[in-house]
């Protein structure tokens, strides 16, 4: 007969994992700050990553790890050095692109469909239409508040008419102009 012997993993609890990262902390902080240039927003991110994955694995495997602080460091180690890589792919990409500005072009990342850029270019060809249907006071008034911005007391110093008069007209302009284009 022959006796088989169930391997059971024993899981340590989050107590362990706590006072190991507790005790080895500084020193981890200490090689991340070493390996990483001293780059203090990568350093805390390269800690966040350790912590974390440290963490897991800890509590599902514990008895395969001999030497805990070589493993955190080790594991440490290999996160700074995939942030380098990273900050490396990013920096050549970046040289690349500034280097030959003409091979890249950056758009914006929706476009108009043509159905809409019709659909624009007509309502705005029926509003010049209907502008240029508008009586010469009313064309200037339009003229001084959309295509110049200016603010209706600057229009009614310049039109000698009181602000509400700019006011009324522009109302009566707007009013034109949807009845022409409807």
Known sequence: ???????????????EFWM?????????RNCCMRWLNG???RVED???QAREKAYHHYLRR????NSPFSWLCKLTYNICIDILRDQKKQLTLCETVSHSPDLFYFSHVTTEPLEDKILRDNTLNDVLRAYERLTPDLQRVVQYRFVDE???????????ISQANVRKRV????????????
Not at 1 to 15: F, G, N, R
Not at 62 to 65: E, F, G, L, R, T
Not at 171 to 182: E, G, N, T
Request: no cysteine.
């Open 46 to 48: 390269a800690m966040s």
């Open 171 to 182: 109302q009566l302009a707007r009013k034109q102009i949807r009845a022409f284009i409807h």
């Open 39 to 41: 780059n203090v927003a």
């Open 150 to 160: 200016m603010e209706y007391p600057e229009i009614a110093e310049v039109l000698q």
């Open 62 to 65: 514990s008895d395969q790890i």
């Open 20 to 28: 190991l990262w507790g005790k080895n902390h500084y020193r981890l």
């Open 1 to 15: 007969m022959i006796k088989t012997t169930l391997v059971t993993e024993q899981s340590a609890t989050p107590d």
